[in-house]
Each structure stands twice: as structure tokens, then as C-alpha cells.
């Protein structure tokens, strides 16, 4: 059975809704004859890395006040942490994905994708450092277990593995993603935004039970992606 799940690093629901996941496929029975696939999804492909902060570029993109932005991630911290998540909040930076998207594309190539995954997320959110400079991302690269200078080369090269990301997120739009996270249970099942490890386990059955079948069913569950 495969899984694929679209996230962009810089969302916080894709951090939560991450390590809800995991939660239910390490319960799950049959979890060692799941294909787990991250896709690569931008919440802001228009976004530049110039450094701005993320209260105040989230606000102004969403039409919030800086007071509500503080509120959702008030909210998201608290969520964050009742998953054992670290969660600060003021510190981080809004910026362009894409290339830490490549990199991730990269990572998938020599096996470490997960790895490299969930160290962006705990770089950007627990530890508000910036996931949009080249030598930030060229250590986690090597901290996960990639060459540096092969690292180095893709981020250099604006055109390695970005087909790949296109890819990703053109299939997204074809299966309905109008965010993220998104999760998609052997091309029949889909589960998007915020849910609970619950529904998850559910899926995961739904699923398992339902895989010989080629026929396209509804949704497990389809709510509103929170927006970050």
C-alpha cells in the first residue's frame, strides 16, 4: 500500500499533521508493507527570501491583523506540543521553499527524504532558524547523511530537481489539493488539513482492507486546510 503526502516545510499544520501520521502508521499492523511517499507542495511559490518575519508576512498575506496571526500560532503551538513537537513563536522567517523542495527531491534519490523532513521542520519550527539560506540547508544535508558538496551542487543548479517539485505539485492540482498537509491513500482515499491521529488509523484500515479494488472512492475525510 502506498501512502503520498504533500507538505511545504514552512506550514505548521504539515508539522503536526506529520507527526499524527507517523503516530497512526506505527500503530498500524501491516506498517512495514506501507510506501510512505512525501510530494512537495509551496504554500507561497511567490514568496522571496528576504528575511521578513513571519508574523507580520503571514498577516499581511491572509488579511489578519498581527494579533490574530499571534492567535493562530498560539494555537498551533499548543497543538504542536501536545505531539511533543517543539513550537516557538516570532522568531521564524517567511521565504521560498522550492529549493529546500529540491533538495528534499535530492535527499528521496540517495533514501534519506524522511530524515531531511522532519529536521527542516524541527529547524523551522522549534529551533526558528532560517530553512532559506544555502549553507542552513547544506548543513542539514550533511546532517542527515548527504554529501555536502553534492548538496551544494543541486542548490547551485536552479534546474536539478526542480522538475521533479513541478511534478509534485501539478498532481496535487489534479487530485483536488487546494492545500496542505494532504495525504493520499493508494490513490483511492484522501485525507486533508488538520486531522486526528484517529482518523488517520482509520484511513490506514480503510485502505489496507479496500487495496485490490482500482475503483476511485470518496474521500476518508475532506475538511477545510487551516491556512498557516
Not at 532559506?132 to 540547508?137: A, G, K, R, V
Not at 551542487?153 to 536539478?160: G, K, T
Amino acid at each position: 500500500m502506498r501512502v503520498e503526502i504533500w507538505t511545504d516545510i514552512a506550514c505548521p499544520w504539515c508539522y503536526i499533521g506529520n507527526a499524527r501520521f507517523e503516530r497512526a502508521l506505527a500503530a498500524f499492523g501491516h506498517r512495514d508493507e506501507v510506501e510512505v511517499v512525501h510530494r512537495s507542495f509551496e504554500l507561497n511559490p511567490e514568496a522571496e527570501n528576504r528575511a521578513t518575519p513571519i508574523l507580520d508576512a503571514v498577516a499581511a498575506r491572509y488579511g489578519r491583523t498581527r494579533e490574530q496571526q499571534v492567535a493562530r500560532e498560539e494555537r498551533a503551538a499548543s497543538e504542536a506540543r501536545a505531539e511533543g513537537l517543539g513550537f516557538r513563536i516570532g522568531g521564524r522567517v517567511d521565504g521560498n521553499t522550492f529549493d529546500l523542495h529540491r533538495l528534499l527531491h535530492f535527499a528521496r534519490a540517495r533514501g534519506l527524504q524522511a530524515g531531511l523532513r522532519n529536521l527542516a521542520f524541527k529547524v523551522n519550527f522549534a529551533d526558528e532558524r532560517s530553512i532559506y539560506d544555502t549553507e542552513t540547508l547544506v548543513s542539514l544535508a550533511v546532517e542527515v547523511g548527504l554529501d555536502g558538496a553534492e548538496a551544494r551542487e543541486v542548490l547551485a543548479d536552479a534546474d536539478a530537481y526542480a522538475e521533479d517539485v513541478r511534478s509534485d505539485e501539478r498532481l496535487a492540482a489534479e487530485l483536488g489539493a487546494g492545500g496542505v498537509p494532504f495525504f493520499v491513500l493508494d490513490r483511492k482515499y484522501g485525507v486533508t488539513g488538520l486531522q486526528p491521529v484517529e482518523l488517520f488509523a482509520r484511513a490506514l484500515e480503510q485502505a489496507w482492507e479496500n487495496r485490490p479494488a482500482t475503483r476511485v472512492r470518496p474521500p476518508v475525510a475532506r475538511g477545510p486546510v487551516p491556512a498557516p
